[in-house]
């Protein structure tokens, strides 16, 4: 039967444990286990850095040697727009997206475009990123942040408001929501936020941002002190932190949006075991441990955090209500185009 709309109201920060219990109407796949596949070659979209994506099937390969994996990188934008694509002139070409976040999967599940999956290892997971239908798990936890350039502020902004202030005018650089899905989403829960909303996203337009294309131009501009603040999310300040950069990050007293970075496989797969193998992977302890070798906060408790990153539990959260998003996105990217341009 067509899935014609996904009723229930699932928040992407705040998924109960009672809802991850609660079936659907088709059981989902048995688990791919650990033994040797067929020999297979399935194909990644991805939003993930090229090298932390080649990374990751680097250490996929060490596990399943017999899989291949064919990686075609993107922003999230051109992945989305690719995938309406192929799916009008036929079937989507990829066996697995890592990509966005859970609004675009939520999208993918009610037009019955993707397998129903749980994991072999999904009762470690934190419940906030699994969908409880199984259709897609999120694989990593990447917040949004102000970050800031030690070298040209000494006292960082520490909420979204302080970014209206007229001192941040011209200073200030951000994604854009065309190319980058989080900052489409973030655009989205912004306006949600009663503390934020239109009034808020107007004030901080006046201050006449720079719009870069996606995170990693904004990181790098602020650590090089062009803009010296910016919104980024928040991995890529502890990298350049890491190397030496002058940049350090602030969590907004507001809470923070975030994304994580959700996999799941597509219905017309013609490799479902490779491409269980692989989600598998990416969320087990082992595929776990290389995403906080890769500065990201990790899904699941028992892998540490990357060095310098708070807990999730030390982090105030915006936590919008995920239908909600899903209805206001495109709307809430045109506003954002319509300040911004």
């Not at 990374?55 to 309406?84: K, M, Q, S, Y």
């Not at 993918?108 to 259709?135: F, I, R, T, W």
């Not at 994604?175 to 306006?191: I, Q």
Request: glycine share 6%; with cysteine.
């Amino acid at each position: 039967m067509t899935r014609i709309t996904r009723t229930t109201a699932v928040s992407a920060l705040a998924l109960s444990t009672i809802l991850l219990a609660g079936c659907s109407a088709a059981e989902p796949a048995a688990p791919a286990t650990d033994d040797a596949l067929e020999p297979a070659t399935i194909t990644l979209y991805t939003s993930e850095p090229q090298e932390k994506a080649d990374a990751l099937v680097a250490a996929f390969n060490e596990v399943h040697p017999e899989v291949t994996v064919e990686v075609f990188r993107a922003g999230t934008g051109d992945l989305t727009a690719r995938i309406e694509a192929e799916r009008t002139s036929g079937d989507v070409q990829a066996d697995v997206l890592l990509a966005a976040d859970s609004g675009t999967f939520e999208d993918y599940a009610a037009e019955d475009l993707l397998l129903q999956y749980s994991p072999a290892d999904v009762d470690a997971l934190n419940p906030d990123v699994v969908d409880p239908d199984g259709y897609y798990t999120g694989t990593r936890i990447i917040p949004t942040v102000i970050a800031y350039n030690t070298g040209m502020i000494d006292d960082a902004p520490t909420s979204w408001v302080e970014l209206t202030n007229a001192e941040y005018s011209g200073q200030i650089v951000m994604p854009n929501p065309d190319v980058s899905g989080a900052a489409a989403y973030n655009a989205a829960v912004w306006l949600a936020e009663p503390e934020l909303g239109e009034a808020w996203l107007t004030e901080l337009a006046a201050n006449e941002p720079v719009i870069a294309d996606s995170n990693g131009p904004v990181a790098q501009a602020i650590a090089a002190g062009t803009q010296p603040v910016g919104i980024v999310v928040d991995y890529l300040v502890r990298e350049l932190a890491a190397q030496g950069s002058p940049i350090a990050v602030s969590y907004p007293t507001e809470g923070v949006p975030y994304v994580s970075q959700p996999v799941g496989i597509f219905a017309s797969t013609d490799a479902q075991a490779a491409s269980e193998a692989f989600v598998d992977f990416l969320v087990s302890e082992e595929g776990q441990k290389l995403a906080v070798e890769q500065s990201y906060l990790p899904v699941r408790s028992d892998v540490g955090t990357p060095e310098g990153a708070p807990s999730m539990d030390d982090i105030a959260v915006l936590s919008p209500d995920l239908e909600t998003i899903r209805s206001t996105q495109d709307a809430a990217v045109a506003k954002f185009n319509e300040l911004f341009s």
